[in-house]
């Protein structure tokens, strides 16, 4: 097949048809503009659109240790891509690539983490993915790219990784998190954002995108799956998890901060504690007469993280205790829709009922609520200055807690 894809170059205002190899983005490294291009998807697997200005940017130093952003879907969170930024070492001395992947959607990312409000060099027009811009440009992010991946074999391609590999920031976009794991898991895309993540480059994803991020995965693959159906039978068929079975040691994307814990999103407009409790009680193991079968963890280990929507936790190692600390971010409240709430979900027991067919019973299922913009949560000793309850699940039904959801 044809590796040769074709982009739009600005100079002096005319546009030339050109052809780049797998070096693309070596051979446009003259201080052009890459227009986004409408690549023609005939001839290649994935799609490629650019804001901004292309550069080799010399090997930059993150200024923290894995840092992550766990995003909860809905209105996207302006400060937690500066927030990126930041950590990925990008200066307007250095200048910086952002780039985010998705297996659907458009390039509608790549003018609002790039431009600010009042740049008059917005080229893009259409819908945004929320209210406000991020500014990169004005912390020295020189282009926001984003492939659209959506296949195996565009998530084996030459020019993706390459274009990947070169990434400062990475964000991957909402969707349908079982494309990215069917599509993208054990593929060489895989591969290289293991190794950007070693190498602390900034990681991110919002709901679908989100939801990979975690030691072990809701993976969607037969659809999405309720409260209701998750608590009164936790082995339905909605109920497929990453790795399968959970003992597998071969994973998809896992934060080191993120271990033992499952990640949901839209938590409060969606309903989802419940399903979230299913989750965590899941992973854990059989033991006598208690747990889940095909579960490999303790009950205190298993952890589940769920994330209203316009909120975000900004996770980075501590340098000086070495613990894992995430501090909670939204939108300004002159333009928030939602509270903002983060929940921490851990298991105290393993369920005493777990079976397939049967409604979940679990009892002391400890929940840790951060509301406040700035607030922190120990994710290594689950600890943090949040509201606490415990709330039990009787045969399928979810005890009412002294806070809503």
Excluded at 141 to 159: F, G, K, Q
Excluded at 163 to 183: E, H, L, P, T
Excluded at 256 to 269: E, G, M, R, V, Y
Excluded at 332 to 343: K, L
Aim: glycine letters at 10%.
């Amino acid at each position: 097949m044809n590796k040769t894809p074709i982009f739009e170059i600005s100079l002096k205002s005319t546009f030339y048809r050109v052809q780049l190899g797998t070096g693309l983005i070596a051979a446009a490294l003259c201080g052009v503009s890459i227009a986004a291009p409408k690549p023609t998807t005939a001839t290649l697997p994935y799609t490629y659109y650019v804001s901004g200005t292309v550069k080799d940017i010399p090997k930059l130093t993150p200024k923290a240790v894995a840092p992550t952003v766990l995003m909860g879907g809905g209105p996207d969170v302006d400060s937690a891509f500066r927030w990126m930024i930041d950590r990925a070492g990008i200066t307007s001395a250095t200048g910086g690539r952002f780039v985010v992947i998705r297996a659907t959607g458009t390039e509608a990312y790549n003018p609002y983490i790039l431009y600010s409000k009042d740049s008059k060099d917005k080229k893009y027009t259409g819908p945004l993915p929320q209210q406000g811009w991020v500014g990169g440009e004005m912390q020295g992010l020189t282009s926001v790219e984003t492939l659209v991946i959506p296949s195996r074999e565009a998530a084996n391609y030459d020019d993706v990784i390459n274009i990947v590999s070169k990434a400062n920031a990475v964000f991957i976009a909402g969707g349908d998190q079982a494309d990215y794991i069917r599509y993208w898991k054990g593929t060489r895309l895989n591969e290289t954002l293991v190794s950007l993540m070693k190498n602390n480059v900034p990681v991110g994803g919002t709901s679908a995108g989100l939801a990979v991020l975690g030691g072990f995965d809701f993976a969607a693959l037969n659809g999405t799956v309720t409260s209701t159906e998750a608590l009164s039978n936790p082995y339905n068929d909605y109920m497929t998890f990453d790795p399968n079975p959970l003992n597998s040691t071969i994973r998809f994307l896992t934060p080191p901060a993120l271990d033992n814990t499952i990640l949901d999103s839209h938590l409060d407009t969606r309903d989802r504690m419940g399903r979230l409790i299913t989750f965590s009680n899941r992973l854990i193991a059989a033991s006598g007469n208690a747990g889940c079968p095909g579960g490999v963890l303790s009950a205190p280990a298993a952890r589940g993280i769920g994330f209203g929507v316009e909120t975000a936790l900004l996770v980075e190692k501590d340098a000086k205790t070495g613990n894992f600390i995430g501090t909670h971010t939204t939108n300004p409240a002159e333009v928030r829709t939602t509270p903002g709430a983060i929940y921490f979900v851990r298991p105290s027991v393993a369920p005493s009922t777990c079976a397939s067919g049967k409604p979940l019973t679990a009892l002391t299922v400890e929940i840790k609520k951060l509301v406040n913009e700035g607030a922190q949560f120990n994710l290594t000793n689950w600890a943090g200055p949040t509201l606490n309850e415990s709330v039990d699940v009787f045969s399928g039904q979810l005890t009412s807690g002294a806070y809503q959801y």
